[in-house]
């Protein structure tokens, strides 16, 4: 008869932690004939949980891009920060995901405030939008840098706009992989983030500097330096 070869695909660094999840695979994780990880550190992180699951049933796949049609659709620097409103905008660090806490998005603001009185004529740009948008505004304006971070909301293919940033910054806490790490290599723009996750793993040596997770003063020092 017919032999169906079966292949179980994760999200997330902690895919295979819920209990739930974990009692399914123990009792028919043995069945899927390939587990796909985005990233090492996701299989590991999976087979961590679920150590009955046979290690060579592991294969990882890393997230990919598509340059060419991307790279054809990437706005230039000037046209980018036109539609963003920035046109006469002086340094820009940028920062493109959910707004949530998790991503690093305090720490990120702190990590500005602090680093503000240093660096003239810089702004701290925010694509996108998420449960903590009022929240981070807030934190925004009792830092006392409201008027230097521009919160844009929502953008459909938020990546277009990559080249108006002089160097992208990722806080978040994990990350399984990472798509905007990809995105802004693609663009070519300099990258800084923490250390969280699969982030060390996917951007090799194209880090321009890596940080600790949920470190506010870590921060302050990247963007300074």
């Known amino acids: 008869g017919l032999h169906y070869r079966m292949i179980g695909v994760f999200h997330g ?3 295979g932690k819920a209990s739930s999840r974990q009692l399914f695979l123990r009792l028919f994780g043995k069945l899927v004939d390939r587990y796909v990880m985005v990233s090492e550190l996701q299989g590991e992180n999976f087979r961590r949980f679920n150590r009955s699951l046979p ?12 340059g060419p049609r991307m790279n054809a659709l990437l706005l230039p620097r000037e046209q980018a920060r036109a539609e963003l409103g920035l046109d006469n905008a002086g340094f820009l660090f940028g920062y493109v995901g959910r707004l949530n806490r998790k991503k690093g998005i305090y720490e990120l603001i702190d990590g500005f405030a602090a680093a503000n009185a240093n660096m003239a004529d810089t702004r701290l740009v925010m694509i996108g939008d998420g449960p ?33 940033f002089d160097v992208f910054v990722l806080p978040s806490w994990g990350e399984s992989f990472g798509m905007v790490l990809a995105e802004a ?34 921060i302050h020092d990247a963007l300074l330096h």
């Open 55 to 66: 290690r060579e049933r592991f294969v990882t796949i890393h997230n990919i891009v598509d």
């Open 13 to 15: 660094i902690n895919a």
């Open 132 to 164: 903590e948008e009022a929240g981070i505004k807030d934190a925004a304006a009792n830092a006392g840098v409201a008027q230097r971070v521009t919160f844009t909301g929502h953008l459909p293919d938020a990546w277009r706009y990559m080249r108006a």
């Open 185 to 218: 290599m693609l663009a070519g723009v300099p990258v800084i983030a923490t250390t969280g996750g699969a982030i060390p793993e996917v951007l090799g040596d194209a880090a321009v500097r890596l940080f600790p997770v949920a470190d506010a003063e870590a």
